[in-house]
C-alpha cells in the first residue's frame, strides 16, 4: 500500500529479504536515560534474528543485554530518490548457549574490529516494520 507521503509499506517477508542484502545496520538503544544509536555489521540468522558481533566487555553489550532495542537498517539511492528502511524491534540479549556460540562462530557476523573476548548478541524480530520510497520526480 503506497501512502500519502510516498511511501510503500513493507510486509515482514519483504522487509527480512532486504535486510539480508546489507551488512550494516543501527543498533538503537537507551544510554543514561537518552537515545543512542550505533553502527554495527549484522546477519540474520535461520530464525530471521538480527545477530552482532562486539567485545563482552562493550558498552553495547552492558547496555542493550536483556533489554527491548530497536535495529535499522536501510539503503538509498539519492539520484533516483528511491530507497528502503527496515526496523527491526525486540529484546537483546548475549548468546551464552556454548553449541549456539560455536554455531554462530562458523555461520554468524565477523565483527569489523579486532577483538579476543568477543561474544554474539541476538535481537529477536519481534515487531518488524518497513517502508520503501520507489522514486519521486524532482520537486518544482
Same mark, same amino acid.
Given at each position: 500500500?503506497?501512502?500519502?507521503?510516498?511511501?510503500?509499506?513493507?510486509?515482514?517477508?519483504?522487509?527480512?529479504?532486504?535486510?539480508?542484502?546489507?551488512?550494516?545496520?543501527? *543498533? %538503537?538503544? !537507551?544510554?543514561? #536515560?537518552?537515545?543512542?544509536?550505533? /553502527?554495527?555489521?549484522?546477519?540474520?540468522?535461520?530464525? @530471521?534474528?538480527?545477530?552482532?558481533?562486539?567485545?563482552?566487555?562493550?558498552?553495547?553489550?552492558?547496555?542493550?543485554?536483556?533489554?527491548?532495542?530497536?535495529?535499522?537498517?536501510?539503503?538509498?539511492?539519492?539520484?533516483?530518490?528511491?530507497?528502503?528502511? *527496515? %526496523?527491526? !524491534?525486540?529484546? #537483546?540479549?548475549?548468546?551464552?548457549? /556454548?553449541?549456539?556460540?560455536?554455531?554462530?562462530?562458523? @555461520?554468524?557476523?565477523?565483527?569489523?574490529?579486532?577483538?579476543?573476548?568477543?561474544?554474539?548478541?541476538?535481537?529477536?524480530?519481534?515487531?518488524?516494520?518497513?517502508?520503501?520510497?520507489?522514486?519521486?520526480?524532482?520537486?518544482?
Amino acid at each position: 500500500m503506497i501512502h500519502s507521503d510516498g511511501f510503500r509499506s513493507l510486509d515482514r517477508q519483504e522487509c527480512l529479504r532486504l535486510l539480508a542484502k546489507v551488512p550494516v545496520g543501527r *543498533v %538503537v538503544y !537507551t544510554r543514561q #536515560a537518552l537515545p543512542a544509536v550505533l /553502527p554495527v555489521n549484522f546477519a540474520l540468522d535461520t530464525d @530471521t534474528s538480527v545477530v552482532l558481533c562486539t567485545s563482552a566487555a562493550s558498552d553495547l553489550v552492558r547496555a542493550i543485554d536483556g533489554v527491548v532495542v530497536a535495529f535499522e537498517a536501510d539503503d538509498f539511492d539519492a539520484g533516483s530518490r528511491s530507497g528502503w528502511s *527496515v %526496523v527491526v !524491534t525486540g529484546r #537483546a540479549a548475549v548468546v551464552t548457549d /556454548p553449541a549456539e556460540h560455536e554455531r554462530l562462530l562458523r @555461520t554468524g557476523p565477523r565483527s569489523w574490529m579486532p577483538m579476543h573476548d568477543g561474544v554474539f548478541v541476538r535481537i529477536e524480530a519481534e515487531m518488524v516494520t518497513g517502508r520503501e520510497l520507489t522514486g519521486l520526480p524532482e520537486p518544482g
